[in-house]
């Protein structure tokens, strides 16, 4: 929904599946099973769009490292790195890993608050999937998955959302209280056990066992749509009530990232968030917000080695500053 483009940020499902008569990857007996679920995979994508295989073992450890902050593939992916792969579309909008917590992690990702646009494009390649391979079901039960969690569709359905005036006002203790009891998680920016960074907050479903897809679809994007209405009048009231402060919070943070000589990644995230504060209350100007939101994984430490081939963390800190600040000069411009 455009009303909402600069609150939820992109939708996200994912679908679990499993080889029936295979164990879960902790103990699959030999690298032979591991690689016939990964080129049976191969075999199968490759009736589809153009993807491009990476088996882990054969990156770098920070390119994986990359691919991680950049949420195209999990930290389970990287510590299976012996027997995992991932698969990545061209547009690095559908990604399968394989011999992660499950078998296959299927996933599609699209911008902006649209569950269903990315359920329908998965929807495609799961089907291939579930025809080609002996995927493990149970009539009571659905998709057998490593989880009980996941039991069920072996659907999850989230939404990024940028949160910032609900942060500050506290209401969104308010929303973590509600969605344990709506069967609905939030986590932070990078998934299940990670934190909340720069006001940015996962919200999916707990579980999927008693629901079909459009059921779940259904439950988190109302719940999603309720959160936006509810951070729209939030920021509204900021305006009304403390405009000179948080124009001065904003000002400052652009100050501070076009001038920075140093610059930590948890320090980064938290000024960009706070230009990006800065636009929804109307004190600046994004000239390209998909450029804008792709800083804060090209400043994060594994990107950023990709692109600059520092030494240390002192090098580290000087090249974040100079590269975060030459793009924030250019993309962003006080109203």
Not at 66 to 78: G, N, R, V, Y
Not at 154 to 176: C, K, N, Q
Request: aromatic share 10%.
């Amino acid at each position: 929904m455009e009303i909402f483009d600069n609150i939820a940020i992109s939708s996200r499902i994912r679908l679990a599946r499993n080889v029936d008569g295979l164990k879960f990857f902790l103990k699959l007996q030999s690298d032979i099973e591991a690689s016939y679920i990964t080129n049976s995979v191969i075999k199968i994508l490759e009736k589809f769009d153009v993807f491009n295989f990476f088996r882990l073992k054969d990156l770098p450890l920070n390119e994986c490292n990359a691919l991680f902050e950049k949420h195209l593939i999990s930290k389970e992916l990287i510590e299976n790195k012996d027997i995992s792969s991932v698969a990545i579309s061209e547009d690095e909008k559908i990604i399968v890993m394989i011999n992660e917590e499950d078998h296959l992690r299927e996933q599609c990702l699209e911008d902006g608050f649209n569950l269903y646009k990315p359920y329908r494009r998965l929807s495609k390649i799961d089907d291939e999937i579930t025809r080609s391979l002996p995927i493990a079901f149970d009539k009571k039960l659905g998709f057998i998955t490593a989880s009980p969690s996941n039991l069920g569709t072996g659907m999850r359905a989230s939404v990024m959302l940028f949160l910032p005036a609900m942060t500050i006002s506290g209401e969104i203790d308010y929303v973590f209280t509600e969605c344990a009891t709506n069967g609905l998680t939030v986590r932070g920016i990078y998934g299940e056990g990670s934190r909340a960074q720069g006001y940015f907050y996962q919200i999916s479903n707990q579980s999927s066992l008693g629901l079909d897809e459009d059921e779940i679809i259904d439950i988190v994007s109302d719940y999603i749509y309720k959160i936006c209405e509810q951070e729209k009048a939030l920021r509204d009231r900021l305006i009304k009530n403390e405009h000179d402060k948080y124009k001065d919070l904003v000002l400052r943070a652009y100050g501070i990232l076009t001038n920075c000589f140093s610059l930590e990644e948890d320090e980064m995230i938290e000024l960009l968030s706070k230009i990006k504060l800065g636009q929804a209350l109307g004190f600046l100007t994004i000239s390209s917000n998909s450029r804008f939101q792709k800083l804060f994984y090209e400043g994060a430490s594994a990107n950023l080695k990709e692109i600059f081939n520092f030494s240390d963390e002192k090098e580290e800190k000087l090249v974040r500053a100079e590269y975060i600040s030459n793009e924030v000069r250019g993309l962003v411009k006080r109203r």
